[in-house]
């Protein structure tokens, strides 16, 4: 510890501490525009100089460590002169077109200009010009008004892992440029606008429409993946500007996906009124016309219930109450991408906090596009590679993380249980086991190298696994989930507190959904088979899609060819065009209401933004259903509804009664009997499909969301891709064929890649292979084989 | 080598054997002293009794900032895991300084024979030459040196059966002057724009690659040699206290004959520029004199008899710098300088810091004017005003040595610079 004075005050910090470090978190004002508390430091805007007793010129703050004894004032005449001569220095070539500039009302340069600048400037010479530059669908550029604070592009060298902006020239001729045009490509590029200090860097989709000042904030989550990232939604009345993060918050940065998902709550897909089929078509009604023909082709039936992870708890607990008080025999499903229902041995969440990760030994990647799926763990994980900790990774492909990965190697999917085993023999050769581990392995006949990469990411004190959708949607998920929790125990991690198990979730609230629904869930996949067979007589939907998510698509077709749907939600999607009724229900910014991210970490949402047309939270459209089904309302008010639910998950409960949110995680389900043991896949099929998931896409909400659509289209891979020599063995080459799966046969479009795993046939979920999204085995007809 | 070994018969250093002919070669030198006490250097010494020797021989940076190279080899950390780099700076980009360049032309072997000895101290085990771009001559005759001396296993592995090893890359700049600053040169070096990085942490902890790093000027390491053959007590008797060895200045300008001379420490200017360089052109006492590259401040012929010390040069208000004295007499036209030195600030400045980037250009823009006759009265306060706040305040000296111009300028010649002005040509 250190310590030092400042003017006057004497105060302690950790040895090492920034001047300007220890000036913030003693709430001392030094203005500063180049540091970022997430970033390296650069010196180079020199705005945030103070004068350090002794020191024969004043001291740049953010750089200058702190020392035993130090005097430091912040507030000399000289220090003032000096922030008056560098707002001088950087005005000179500023265009003060304030006035016209998105940032005018929320700009640093701006504020200090008032702050501590002189009030005319003395600069009479020409200003210097600027280029413009192509970054992406989500910035925009001014380039006359960058202060080359070089923020910018240490955040995409540091945080995005891109690299792809950079400073050309120098002197004053120096300036800041996407490296190559058009090439701004993370899906992190909004921060971009919000870390650049001044208007050089404006949010595209938002520009030239609003000013900050006629802003309402509202604070929410967002749910457009399991992180649950605090979010600040901007709206101008009730309609929606722009989504930005929470200062604050855990996440100081949003990714692509969350941020301009906005646009999907005023989109044409929006289930705004009641409609009811008549005559093949879908036309408005009023409530109690709707619930009248709902009750007609609900009332009691067979049911099947499919909701999405993404409601709120308040919501998903509305969903337990009414089906108890309605369907007591149905089954529900949330989850479209399971297909082994027997219990994990760890379930759906993590053990761990985004830190604890960030921190541990060893991270290790299995099976997940984690770039797509948690753009922002994987933004923690480049944090770690930044600081020289390893990252491993196993997976059907070689995604792109942005990051350098410590080892790696790409595997099909039917090789996971000799992976597995194969990391279970190099610990076992080193005389570690766990009961249970010798059978595991005996079940398995045959080991697979990547295995080492495994085994040697567990071997220290700690780790960090992070098991993804590869094994999770595996068909013999459970064993394998098993097998990596005896290799974790063999290895030493024993089964308490942060343990290091993640198993990456679908959605949010996966804990609890775990404690709430564990004993009604089914697969998505069995209700539609169910409804094919004849054993149901309808299904309600809840917010899902999976006609255009998931890995059902097909089934789902069958069923609803079969049964007709109610459909409940915000966004119609694909599956609408099948719903025999549809009740609106309020998007995730229009709700009161409590989330569960995949830590375990609970928000609670106070301040909604209107919902608009006629939707209502689904918890009252719940109750109503329940009611105009004939049953008494479970619950009449949120009070009691929150009572209800305080059962499944006591530590919302302790959070409703304000205790801090930071002293609560709900856990992760653990089931320590669950014993699977892997089978034989006897497959004819000699490839293995593996679904690719892209975050501009997936999910109705991205889909109605033009934004992200756009955005989609530039990050696009062909739809299909396999490994150029798996095609070459088949005497075969890039393009059109056809496959052959158990739904029959498919023409479509192969392309390839090398970063794929041979023996592995690649399938963007949407567009011509849509319909391979149900299979997991596929063969190319034709070639030989 | 020829230098006497009582210290106060020394008249030079560096130069002593550089009249030689064709000294370039390994042959040549070595009759003529080089290497010949290389051998004991590296059997009887330890890196700590070289590094007490430069210690008590006093020796000072010659590249600029006059850093005492004992004490900065002593703040190299020892057993870090890491490799130790030693760079020679050879860049020599401040106007007026053509010394370094002469060493490396005329006598390349003294400059390599003190970098093994370095490293040696320094336990490197790679050591780089970043010579300036324009010194297409000057690596040639480095690189054929250097070659020579790996033929003869004075470089290399096991160096003359020391068991020491050391390998010498020469890599030449682009022609920046910025990259003559220590860490502007380790960025470029290691492939990056020339861009200084800010202290703490100092090169000797991270430097190149981030690992602990050394970097001399050309005549401090080409001094090194003589230290260690004849004491650090030796060299300490040069010259003045706390000033000691010889220097060599480079001097330009309004004298009969420029060139590079290498002098005791402590001599004074007017002994210099009067019996070495032949006197003024023009008239008895100089206007002018900058006495240690153009980023230092300016002397006035009140100071013609300040002795050319690093303690002197302050005392007399400026810096020895680099010892490149640029002399001027009545015949100059000032402002015409200042303004030609600002655009050169203005042009090399790398960009990175507010003051520097914008306040470059901005002085630059007004002295064009005043040069121009369209310079009004606000201008003098203007520069003053923005030069003083560049200074001191960024990353790097650079905008130090901008300002220094600016400031001479209005401090001791308003009136040229009010003559000029709008208001009084017209
Ligand atoms: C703008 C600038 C340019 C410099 N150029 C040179 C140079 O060309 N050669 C040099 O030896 N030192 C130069 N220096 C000084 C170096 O940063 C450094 O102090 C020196 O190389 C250290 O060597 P020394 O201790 O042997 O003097 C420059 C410094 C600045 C601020
Ligand atoms: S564009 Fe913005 S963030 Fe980037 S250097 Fe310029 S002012 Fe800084
Ligand atoms: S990381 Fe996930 S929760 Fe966070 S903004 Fe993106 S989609 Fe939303
Ligand atoms: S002072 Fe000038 S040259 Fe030095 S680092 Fe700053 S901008 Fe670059
Ligand atoms: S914040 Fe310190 S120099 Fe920019």
């Known amino acids: 510890m250190t310590t030092l004075y400042i003017n006057e005050e004497e105060i302690t910090v950790s040895a090492g501490t920034s001047i300007l470090e220890a000036c913030r978190s003693h709430g001392v004002d030094v203005p500063y525009f180049c540091y970022h508390p997430e970033l390296s430091v650069a010196a180079n805007c020199r705005m945030c100089l103070v004068e350090v007793e002794g020191w024969n010129k004043p001291a740049a703050s953010c750089c200058t460590p702190v020392a035993e004894g130090m005097k430091i004032h912040t507030q000399t005449e000289a220090i003032k002169k000096d922030r008056q001569m560098v707002m001088e220095y950087l005005l000179i070539n500023h265009p003060l077109d304030c006035p016209v500039c998105d940032e005018g009302g929320d700009c640093r340069l701006q ?356 098991v993804g959708e590869e094994i999770r949607s595996h068909v013999d998920a459970a064993a394998l989930i098993h097998g990596l929790d005896l290799l974790m125990r063999a290895c030493g991690h024993a089964e308490e507190g942060n343990d290091g198990r993640n198993l990456i979730p679908e959605g949010m609230n996966a804990q609890l959904l775990a404690s709430a629904f564990g004993d009604i869930r089914t697969s998505a996949g069995d209700l539609f088979a169910s409804a094919s067979a004849g054993e149901l007589d309808a299904l309600v939907l809840i917010g899902s899609d999976p006609v255009g998510d998931g890995l059902f698509p097909s089934a789902a077709k069958a069923a609803l060819s079969k049964v007709p749907l109610i459909q409940i939600g915000a966004i119609a999607g694909e599956i609408g065009n099948s719903a025999e009724v549809q009740l609106p229900a309020a998007a995730y910014s229009e709700v009161d209401g409590t989330f569960i991210n995949m830590e375990g970490r609970i928000r609670v949402a106070r301040q909604p933004i209107r919902s608009i047309g006629q939707a209502r939270p689904l918890w009252k459209v719940m109750m109503r259903l329940a009611q105009a089904l004939g049953a008494d309302v479970p619950a009449v008010d949120m009070t009691e509804l929150r009572d209800r639910m305080a059962a499944f998950a006591p530590e919302l409960a302790d959070v409703w009664k304000d205790k801090a949110t930071e002293e609560v995680l709900v856990p992760v389900a653990r089931n320590r009997d669950a014993e699977a043991l892997p089978a034989r896949l006897d497959s004819s099929f000699d490839l293995d499909v593996v679904s690719r998931y892209s975050m501009y896409r997936e999910g109705m909400w991205a889909r109605a969301s033009d934004l992200l659509l756009a955005a989609g289209k530039l990050h696009a891979l062909n739809d299909v891709i396999m490994h150029p020599e798996t095609l070459a063995a088949k005497g075969l080459k890039e393009g059109e064929h056809t496959v052959r799966t158990f739904l029959g046969e498919h023409s479509c479009h192969i392309g390839v890649r090398e970063d794929v795993s041979p023996g592995v046939l690649f399938v963007a979920k949407r567009g011509v292979a849509g319909d391979l999204s149900d299979v997991t085995a596929a063969s190319i007809v034709g070639g030989q084989s | 080598m020829t230098i006497p070994s009582d210290p106060k018969q020394v008249k030079q250093i560096c130069f002593d054997r550089i009249h030689i002919p064709n000294l370039t070669k390994l042959s040549v030198a070595r009759e003529n002293g ?220 309004h004298v009969n004959k420029p060139g590079n001379y290498e002098v005791p420490m402590g001599t004074s200017l007017r002994t210099l520029i009067e019996d070495y360089c032949g006197g003024l052109q023009h008239g008895s006492v100089p206007k002018v004199i900058i006495p240690g590259g153009s980023s230092t401040p300016w002397l006035l012929a009140e100071h013609y008899d300040a002795p050319l010390t690093y303690d002197g040069m302050i005392k007399a208000g400026s810096m020895l710098g680099s010892g490149a004295i640029i002399v001027m007499d009545e015949t100059a036209d000032l402002i015409a300088v200042t303004r030609r030195l600002a655009h050169f600030y203005a042009h090399e400045s790398c960009g990175q810091c507010t003051p520097c980037r914008e306040g470059t250009g901005w002085l630059e823009r007004i002295m064009n004017r005043v040069e121009a006759g369209q310079g009004r009265e606000e201008d003098m306060q203007v520069l003053n005003e923005a030069a003083a706040h560049m200074a001191g305040r960024t990353i790097c000296a650079l905008a130090d040595g901008a300002a220094a111009p600016i400031l001479s300028l209005l401090k001791h010649f308003p009136e040229e610079v009010r003559a000029r002005l709008v208001e009084n040509v017209a």
């Open chain 2, 34 to 253: 080089a290497y010949a006490f290389l051998p004991t250097v590296l059997k009887e010494f330890d890196a700590g009794k070289i590094i007490d020797e430069v210690k008590t021989s006093g020796l000072r940076g010659r590249g600029g900032a006059g850093f005492p190279t004992g004490l900065k080899w002593s703040f190299v950390p020892r057993n870090t895991g890491k490799p130790t780099y030693l760079l020679c700076n050879a860049d020599e980009g401040e106007p007026g300084t053509f010394k370094d360049r002469d060493i490396m032309r005329f006598d390349p072997h003294l400059l390599i024979e003190g970098m093994i000895m370095a490293g040696f101290a320094l336990d490197v085990q790679d050591a780089y030459i970043y010579i300036r771009g324009e010194f297409l001559y000057e690596t040639n005759v480095m690189h054929a040196a250097i070659e020579e001396a790996y033929e003869a296993n004075l470089l290399g592995d096991n160096i003359l059966g020391s068991g020491f090893s050391m390998h010498l890359t020469v890599h030449r700049g682009a022609g920046a002057y910025i990259c003559g600053e220590e860490t502007a040169l380790i960025e470029s070096l290691e492939g990056k724009p020339g861009r200084p990085r800010f202290k703490p942490p100092f090169p000797a902890v991270e430097g190149f690659y981030r690992c602990p790093t050394v970097v001399n000027n050309v005549e401090t390491l080409a001094t090194i040699p003589a230290i260690l053959e004849h004491g650090g007590d030796w060299h300490a008797q040069i010259g003045e206290p706390n000033n000691t060895g010889c220097k060599i200045f480079s001097v330009s300008g």
């Open chain 1, 111 to 466: 504020d200090y200009a008032v702050a501590h600048g002189a009030s005319h400037s003395r600069y009479v010479e020409a200003k210097r010009a600027a280029t413009n530059h192509d970054l992406g669908p989500f910035v925009t550029t001014y380039m006359t008004r960058c202060i080359h604070c070089t923020r910018c592009v240490r955040f995409a060298d540091e945080v995005a892992g891109t690299g792809d902006m950079g400073i050309l020239n120098r002197s004053d001729h120096m300036s800041i440029a996407g490296i190559v045009e058009e090439a701004c490509e993370s899906e992190l590029s909004g921060n971009l606008a919000d870390i650049c200090p001044v208007g050089a860097l404006l949010d595209k989709p938002s520009h030239d429409v609003s000013r900050p000042w006629e802003m309402t904030h509202h604070q929410s989550t967002c749910t457009q993946c399991p992180n649950g990232c605090d979010i600040n939604i901007e709206s101008r009345g009730d309609e929606v500007m722009r989504i930005k993060p929470v200062e604050g918050s855990p996440e100081p940065w949003l990714c692509d996906r969350g941020r301009y998902v906005y646009d999907a709550f005023r989109s044409d897909n929006r289930i705004l009124e009641p409609e009811v089929r008549q005559d093949g078509e879908l036309l408005q009604a009023t409530w109690d016309e709707a619930f009248d023909r709902a009750g007609d082709l609900l009332r009691g039936k067979r049911v099947g219930i499919i909701f999405s992870p993404y409601w709120s708890a308040e919501g998903l607990a509305s969903i337990r109450l009414m089906r108890d008080a309605v369907f007591p025999d149905a089954k529900v499903a949330f989850d479209l991408h399971r297909r082994d229902m027997r219990p994990f041995a760890f379930e759906e969440g993590f053990s761990m906090t985004t830190q604890q990760i960030e921190d541990v030994e060893h991270v290790v990647i299995l099976g997940s596009d984690l770039r797509q799926r948690l753009p922002l763990l994987m933004q923690r994980l480049r944090k770690r590679g930044n600081m020289g900790k390893p990252v491993s990774r196993i997976g059907a492909m070689n995604y792109r993380t942005n990051m350098s990965i410590s080892s790696d190697a790409i595997i099909r999917p039917r090789d996971w249980p000799a992976v597995i085993a194969r990391a279970m023999q190099q610990v076992s050769d080193l005389g570690q086991t766990a009961a249970g581990m010798d059978t595991w392995l005996a079940a398995v006949p045959d080991r697979h190298e990547a295995g080492k990469v495994l085994a040697d990411s567990l071997m220290g004190e700690t780790c960090a696994l992070l």
